[in-house]
């Protein structure tokens, strides 16, 4: 059987959480900050969180099998 390696796109992007969900940084912080609203900017601010069981923390568990 292969050895399992880790997605090196998603270890540069994805944290593991001590309970085991996911965490990573929202997208829409680079540049044209300007024409967004005060609100969106603050929503953007926070780190998102995924849950394990949730379609997009299944793939993550498939990219990030020794995290």
């Not at 998102?48 to 990030?64: D, Q, T, V």
């Amino acid at each position: 059987m292969p050895k399992l390696k880790n997605h090196t796109g998603a270890k540069k992007r994805f944290r593991v959480t001590a309970t085991g969900k996911y965490k990573n940084r929202k997208a829409g912080r680079r540049h044209l900050l300007a024409p967004e609203k005060a609100s969106i900017k603050r929503e953007r601010r926070e780190s998102a969180i995924i849950a394990p069981n949730s379609a997009e923390g299944k793939f993550l568990k498939k990219y990030l099998p020794m995290k």
